[in-house]
């Protein structure tokens, strides 16, 4: 068990995972007057910052398991801002039974992101730079889509754009579930502990190590399992980016990296959505399962590589 240290800042602290500098924790309300929670940390230079880089984590993640992340974009020059969504982290959760992985749609999700950096905006200088992995993919690009946010330029690390076929044949079942009331049952039942062995999302032993502490520093970061009305309102959500219409207003420049080794989130919806993307560049990352960011450094570079490769088109 790893022991917390308590701050009143808010932040989980834990050796070995220092936050960015000048990192602070700010609540803001969501949807129902929820209490959700965002990290914000200043640009290093505060005369001559870059931009802001906006972090949307993925499903089970929280503010903590990005901190080297929001360190490496300071380092560029960035202030940062990372979210925890509704019912993630310690933001409010939806359910009594705070484990289950909840959201009744997905623009409680977005409608979060933007009440967040309204919320922080006298404190984060443009440009925008959005940073999204895995579920915050899908969060970001609708947001983006549906002219929620603005930013400059988006980076999507695994995005979860489309989802597994075993999913998808799931669609009837998901839609009766949540008929008869039962949007809060879990879809898929929690099962035995994950061990690095089992993992399916990096090969990195410490990164897969530090989620795990974090967690037991403080277990209300767990999350377990998704219900049927997480699964429902994503596939919803994932529906709407195959609508011709849906992408013809996005005309930022977009790096996306996909996990030649993908277990989670289906890459053939990153190739469908690149290719009607009008400033686009797609990559494989060779040997990387689904966390990329969270992968081993040689695997982590090919995306920070692809990640300034943005910025330079976008003249960041």
Request: with cysteine; aromatic share 8%.
């Amino acid at each position: 068990m790893v022991a917390a240290a308590a701050t009143e800042s808010g932040l989980v602290l834990i050796p070995g995972n220092d936050p960015p500098k000048g990192a602070e924790i700010v609540w803001f309300k969501g949807s129902g007057g929820r209490d959700l929670r965002a990290c914000v940390a200043p640009a290093l230079s505060a005369e001559h910052p870059r931009g802001t880089v906006i972090v949307c984590p993925g499903r089970t993640e929280f503010i903590e398991k990005y901190f080297e992340v929001g360190r490496e974009l300071q380092a560029m020059g960035f202030a940062v801002v990372i979210l925890d969504w509704p019912g993630q982290g310690l933001s409010a959760r939806l359910l009594d039974d705070t484990k289950k992985g909840h959201i009744d749609r997905f623009e409680t999700f977005m409608g979060a992101l933007a009440n967040g950096l309204e919320a922080l905006d006298d404190r984060l200088p443009r440009p925008y730079v959005s940073l999204a992995h895995s579920m915050g993919g899908a969060i970001a690009l609708a947001a983006i889509t549906q002219d929620l946010v603005k930013v400059d330029a988006a980076a999507f690390c695994a995005p979860m754009w489309g989802l597994k076929s075993k999913f998808l044949g799931m669609r009837y079942l998901v839609w009766a579930m949540r008929a008869t009331g039962r949007s809060g049952d879990y879809a898929v039942q929690p099962g035995p502990p994950e061990t690095f062995e089992t993992n399916i999302v990096t090969h990195d032993k410490k990164r897969w190590q530090m989620q795990r502490d974090l967690v037991d520093a403080h277990p209300d970061l767990e999350l377990g399992p998704v219900t049927w009305g997480w699964l429902g309102a994503s596939l919803d959500i994932l529906a709407t980016f195959t609508r011709p219409k849906t992408l013809k207003g996005v005309d930022i420049p977009v790096f996306v990296a996909s996990a030649a080794e993908e277990k989670l989130v289906d890459n053939a919806s990153h190739d469908a959505i690149c290719a009607r993307l009008p400033d686009c560049e797609h990559v494989t990352v060779q040997g990387a399962m689904h966390e990329i960011l969270m992968e081993t450094d040689d695997k982590r570079a090919e995306f920070w590589e692809g990640f300034q490769r943005l910025l330079k088109r976008a003249n960041i």
